[in-house]
């Protein structure tokens, strides 16, 4: 199973960016996903996440109303969309998938697979 992110970049804060995870190997509506930043000197933390059929989803305190997680099984992708971006949402941004029974979704230990992070910038 593989996991690729992309979509991060450097963006102004209030702006948006739109994440995206590709899988390969294993389908998404046979997976629960998460989405984890790390920042630098900083432990890696959970951001989202989405159950395998779709609900419930979690975030983080730190970006409710503001960051959206979604999938699309067609596509075989996960997506974050950040919205009213700010400078401590910057970090390095990966994304995760969970295989099995049960959602806990701040739990990382469970997530079996992790894809390459994408590097998110927010400038004030």
């Known amino acids: 199973v593989q996991l690729q992110a992309s979509g991060g970049g450097l963006v102004q804060a209030g702006g948006s960016l739109r994440l995206s995870c590709v899988l390969s190997g294993r389908t998404v509506n046979r997976s629960a996903l998460g989405w984890f930043r790390q920042a630098p000197g900083k432990e890696r933390e959970i951001v989202a996440a989405?159950?395998?059929?779709?609900?419930?989803?979690y975030y983080a305190d730190s970006v409710k109303g503001r960051f959206t997680i979604s999938k699309d099984n067609a596509k075989n992708a996960v997506y974050l969309q950040m919205n009213s971006l700010k400078p401590e949402d910057t970090g390095l941004y990966y994304c995760?998938?969970?295989?099995?029974?049960?959602?806990?979704?701040?739990?990382?230990?469970?997530?079996?697979?992790w894809g390459t992070g994408t590097q998110v910038t927010v400038s004030s």
């Open positions: 989405i159950s395998q059929s779709g609900a419930p989803t």
């Open positions: 995760a998938a969970k295989t099995g029974i049960g959602f806990v979704p701040a739990i990382q230990s469970t997530y079996e697979y």
